[in-house]
């Protein structure tokens, strides 16, 4: 791959190439992908949108759940973004509830081009036990995990700071080597600093 880590990041590429319901369905394992996960109504579409800077990439809903696919976007023909389906809501059927929870650890465990998982938390809640289950699950199978606590802007700055310092000190106890940050889609909060990382884990050799 060439060197381009001192390249500025560009998402304005970010198209919609495929959205598959089964690993079969992937597209080709090669070049990078960094993939987004998150509780339903976590912020993760909004969180996507941010970051690409295309608003109507990733559908923002108030409806959660609703996200049922692996979704790929391509930034080139060696960079992807991928949106996972959204975890945690209640009224999932518990048949595809039994799909993701194989599905999603099979993608982790198997996915070469996987450099960095993206896990989107509400920062008002902070990590929540499907949450934990992703970071156990991608421990020693995916490079980097990187935490966003977004909506942001609905904490006061101590309380959001509080919230950080928290989620950083189980990840130190539990979860060696992820990181966190915080985040706010509608306050602009973190989005360059999350811009710089995806752009940099999408491009390092
Ligand atoms: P997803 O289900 O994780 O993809 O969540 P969405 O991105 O669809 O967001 C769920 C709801 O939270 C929507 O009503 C968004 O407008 C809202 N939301 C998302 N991010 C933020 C944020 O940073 N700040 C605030 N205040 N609201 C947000």
Not at 77 to 81: G, T
Not at 88 to 94: F, I
Not at 115 to 119: D, E, F, G, K
């Given at each position: 791959m060439e060197n381009n880590k001192s390249e500025e990041p560009d998402f304005s590429t970010a198209n919609f190439l495929l959205a598959a319901h089964e690993l079969r369905h992937l597209p080709e394992d090669s070049g990078a992908e960094v993939a987004f996960v998150g509780r339903s109504n976590a912020g993760k579409s909004s969180a996507l949108n941010r970051i690409t800077g295309k608003k109507g990439l990733a559908r923002t809903s108030k409806s959660p759940g609703r996200t049922r696919e692996i979704v790929f976007f391509t930034l080139d023909?060696?960079?992807?973004?991928v949106?996972?389906?959204?975890y945690?809501?209640?009224?999932?059927?518990?048949s595809l509830q039994q799909h993701w929870g194989h599905t999603l650890p099979e993608y982790l465990a198997t996915r070469r081009s996987l450099?960095?998982?993206?896990?989107v938390a509400?920062?008002?809640h902070g990590l929540?036990?499907?949450?934990?289950?992703?970071?156990?699950?991608?421990?020693?199978v995916v490079p980097i995990r990187h935490l966003l606590l977004t909506k942001a802007d609905k904490l006061s700055r101590s309380k959001a700071a509080r919230s950080?310092?928290?989620v950083d000190a189980e990840l130190q106890r539990d979860f060696a080597g992820a990181s966190a940050q915080l985040f706010s889609a509608t306050a602009n909060t973190g989005v360059q600093l999350a811009r710089n990382t995806v752009w940099r884990w999408l491009t390092e050799d």
């Open positions: 023909a060696e960079k992807r973004l949106d996972l389906p959204g945690g809501y209640a009224k999932t059927p518990k450099r960095a998982l993206i896990i509400d920062a008002r929540k036990d499907s949450d934990r289950d992703i970071l156990a699950w991608s421990s020693n950080l310092e928290v």
